[in-house]
């Protein structure tokens, strides 16, 4: 019975990223569009009515919902606001591998990443930030009763024997070889989905993640899944710090203008009863906003 309600779960947590290939209505890709010239993103957009975004199926900030066939989330849903009231009615989704969204949006096959992208110095030399939707620590995914005892990134370095599951491109292999976690205890995956079968199939001890990622799938999972979320849980340290991943939308570093004029939206946005409302649902709630930690600090950050 175990083994079937685990097939049963990982089905349905597949079809999210199965249906997000063949993605319809105001949110399908642009077949064969060219992506307007530079410096003239946020016109052409406008006259348009519409924009891409580049999401990367990760919930519970941007993912494909199957049953209403559009691209949802956090990410997504703040985006919609925003972009709306700077006269943008559609966003477009195009289905990206994490690791693939930064050089996705430099090659212009989408105009912004809405998929809950951490700020950091390095990808600040390589995109421009918005400033952060939301602020949030860290989190395992393990089997349950944690085999390994696992409860912080440094008792994966404890135990050489442990194996920590990451996903491609996503800052949690940064945080885990800044703690001298071995390359050879890493074992990385395309997705969150594939990230929580290899902790079912014992390819990894642990997944991390955000708390928010894993709060989100242990909520598509039930009893007989055989994981759990590892608690206590303590965030990882770097350079004396306990750290905090804040997300925000990336733009080419050519339409600055455009990222301008969206922050000066986001602002009026972020913090209000009606976002505190639309980000409920995927699990928001007032302990993540950014509060006044801005782009520029994190760009900043050593």
């Not at 009515?49 to 066939?69: H, T």
């Not at 969204?101 to 930030?129: H, N, S, W």
């Not at 925000?248 to 570093?253: G, V």
Request: include cysteine.
């Amino acid at each position: 019975m175990i083994v079937q309600r685990t097939r049963a779960i990982l089905l349905a947590l597949s079809l999210g990223l199965l249906a997000a290939c063949s993605d319809s209505g105001s949110d399908k890709p642009a077949q064969g569009a060219s992506a307007p010239a530079a410096g003239g993103t946020l016109e052409a957009a406008k006259a348009a009515g519409k924009i891409r975004i580049g999401y990367a199926n990760e919930a519970p900030f941007a993912f494909m919902d199957s049953k209403e066939a559009k691209v949802t989330g956090e990410s997504v849903e703040i985006a919609r606001v925003v972009l709306k009231r700077m006269g943008i009615n559609e966003v477009e989704g195009v289905l990206t591998e994490f690791g693939s969204l930064i050089p996705g949006l430099q090659a212009k096959r989408f105009d912004i990443i809405a998929a809950g992208m951490y700020v950091t110095p390095e990808r600040c030399g390589q995109v421009a930030f918005s400033n952060p939707t939301y602020g949030v620590g860290q989190a395992f995914l393990v089997k349950q009763g944690n085999p390994k005892n696992l409860h912080s990134y440094e008792d994966v370095v404890k135990n050489p024997d442990a194996k920590l599951g990451v996903v491609v491109g996503a800052i949690e292999a940064e945080y885990a070889s800044k703690v001298k976690v071995p390359a050879g205890q890493m074992v990385v995956f395309p997705d969150a989905v594939s990230a929580l079968s290899g902790v079912q199939a014992g390819r990894a001890d642990a997944y991390a993640a955000t708390a928010l990622t894993v709060n989100d799938l242990m909520g598509k999972t039930d009893a007989g899944s055989g994981l759990e979320k590892a608690e206590p849980f303590t965030d990882p340290v770097i350079d004396g710090k306990g750290v905090r991943g804040y997300g925000a939308y990336a733009f080419r570093t050519d339409d600055k203008a455009f990222a301008d004029a969206f922050n000066a939206e986001l602002a009026k946005f972020i913090g209000t009863d009606e976002h505190k409302q639309l980000v409920a649902p995927f699990g928001f709630t007032p302990e993540e906003l950014p509060k006044d930690v801005t782009a520029a600090k994190l760009c900043a950050a050593k």
